[in-house]
């Protein structure tokens, strides 16, 4: 009951009175300094969908699975049946309403060509939803996450301080940079889209000295990112 009033009052609510839109307001104008962007994106004409489309445009008969839909930004663009699209999400968007843990639990069996992470933007969690997301993977298939590029301390701090946020994600991006038999690139667009094909034989690396790790340390790591270009990333998805 409270939720859906909630939903019916909040268009008539000033933004200011959202938390996440004051914490912005508040590092706008207090630590201006520190939110300037210390690593830029490529300009260009893409986003993540257009990854995620032409990933699945690879495959006859593609099975998708999302974790973390929201509010169906991406999840809606996919030219598939409903019965080929998973979208998994505990809050709201998609078609499984639960934690991407439990839908890896109770479908244990299906397997998908193309995977797109972009659930809870912590370490941990985003680390478990790639080795789970390793194992539902058909040969061949494609994983792709979201958030892999933080710009500033605040997009990458957690707990998150502002409406932009990455959270610290990068952690996986470096463990799958040190991985085995793993092929996998980041493409300088739209907070950083990582790209990951498996080879026989993959071999996930967890390093837990990441875990305590921040920005400084990702700038650092940073220098040596597998970063593609737009058209790049295109031909990479596109290669077997
Ligand atoms: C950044 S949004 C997803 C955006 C969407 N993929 C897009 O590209 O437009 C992150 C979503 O992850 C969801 N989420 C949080 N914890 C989760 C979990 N444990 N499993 C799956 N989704 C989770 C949140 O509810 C939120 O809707």
């Not at 268009?11 to 590092?27: A, C, G, H, K, Y």
């Not at 690879?58 to 991406?74: F, P, Q, S, T, W």
């Not at 890896?104 to 060509?113: A, G, L, S, V, W």
């Not at 590029?149 to 990455?166: A, D, G, M």
Request: charged share 25%.
């Amino acid at each position: 009951m409270i939720k859906i009033l909630k939903k019916i009052i909040k268009p008539f609510i000033p933004p200011i009175f959202f938390s996440d839109v004051r914490r912005e307001l508040i590092n706008y104008f207090l630590h201006n300094k520190k939110i300037t962007h210390l690593i830029k994106y490529e300009k260009n004409f893409y986003k993540r969908h257009a990854f995620i489309n032409k990933a699945i445009s690879k495959y006859n008969d593609c099975k998708y699975l999302e974790i973390g839909v929201a509010d169906n930004n991406v999840f809606n663009s996919i030219p598939l049946k409903i019965q080929d699209k998973f979208g998994v999400d505990p809050s709201e968007g998609g078609n499984y309403r639960m934690t991407s843990n439990e839908f890896f639990q109770k479908h244990e069996n299906i397997k998908f060509d193309v995977i797109f992470i972009d659930g809870l933007h912590h370490y941990e969690q985003c680390q478990e939803d790639c080795i789970n997301a390793m194992s539902a993977l058909n040969k061949n298939g494609i994983i792709l996450f979201h958030d892999f590029l933080p710009r500033s301390y605040f997009e990458e701090n957690v707990p998150r301080k502002q409406i932009n946020w990455t959270g610290n994600v990068w952690k996986v991006a470096v463990e799958l940079m040190n991985s085995k038999n793993v092929d996998f690139k980041i493409c300088n667009i739209d907070m950083g889209v990582g790209i990951l094909k498996l080879k026989n034989g993959f071999e996930y690396k967890m390093m837990p000295e990441l875990k305590d790790m921040n920005y400084t340390n990702f700038l650092e790591f940073y220098k040596n990112f597998p970063l593609i270009n737009s058209e790049d990333a295109l031909d990479f998805i596109s290669q077997d």
